[in-house]
């Protein structure tokens, strides 16, 4: 499939509220470009895109069965003008019978060595703001999200993990004084099986007691990608970037 027709792309059209005519604008005005890295990614740039602005970043890690090219569904619904984003793609499924790539925890080298070489790619072609790189993922995207931002707080401002279990690795509190600098959100759906409310409620007293500063959002039905989650996910950013500017 070729990613620069969007209008191929399923479920493209009802995710977001844009005419077809306009979207397909999007992809020829370069708003998706390639950039040459080790493993497949799909790369955003914001329209209308001002070169002398650092932006914030948003490294996307896609959901369970999914690819890189998920970051075309996100960008819509969270925000056509306010980041440059990048999507790496996960690992191949061991097991013939699931499609997709996934994000298993013994990847976790090979994921963060990717991830950083998204941030040096992506540095080199556009001003991003060091203080303002964010990793948001969904599903299994969003427990490796929380695995990387845990372990290396230092190279990120937050993390946001969309219906995506908090992982039980051992040590994830090691860094702690650097850790309580970062910004966590949580999206829940409620009827999501993969991760149940009550499975968080037992996992929040220790991220309370850790003195973390944690952004909790529930949501009535099931699905990481609905509109109101990703559009909470633009406010929760745009909120911290607000009150540092003021």
Not at 128 to 155: E, W
Not at 177 to 204: D, N, T
Request: proline share 8%.
């Amino acid at each position: 499939m070729d990613p620069f027709k969007i209008r191929k792309i399923p479920g493209l059209k009802d995710l977001t509220a844009e005419p077809a005519k306009r979207q397909r604008a999007y992809v020829e005005q370069g708003v998706f470009p390639r950039l040459a890295m080790t493993r497949p990614t799909f790369t955003f740039a914001p329209m209308h895109h001002e070169p002398g602005y650092a932006y914030p970043l948003i490294v996307w890690l896609h959901g369970d069965g999914e690819d890189e090219r998920q970051l075309m569904r996100v960008m819509p619904m969270l925000s056509l003008r306010n980041y440059v984003a990048i999507a790496p793609r996960g690992n191949a499924s061991p097991t013939p019978t699931k499609k997709g790539f996934y994000w298993p925890r013994e990847a976790y080298d090979e994921t963060l060595a990717g991830v950083l070489e998204c941030l040096e790619t992506v540095k080199q072609r556009y001003r991003i703001s060091q203080q303002r790189i964010y990793l948001v993922g969904s599903g299994g995207g969003g427990t490796m999200a929380l695995r990387l931002a845990f372990k290396n707080p230092c190279f990120f401002a937050g993390v946001a993990s969309l219906d995506g279990p908090i992982p039980d690795d051992g040590m994830l509190l090691e860094h702690l004084k650097e850790l309580r600098k970062v910004r966590i959100m949580i999206g829940l759906s409620r009827a999501s099986e993969k991760y149940p409310v009550e499975e968080f409620c037992e996992q929040l007293p220790m991220l309370h007691a850790a003195g973390l500063a944690v952004t909790v959002r529930n949501y009535p039905t099931a699905g990481t990608l609905q509109i109101d989650m990703l559009r909470d996910v633009d406010r929760w950013i745009m909120g911290s970037i607000d009150s540092v500017v003021r």
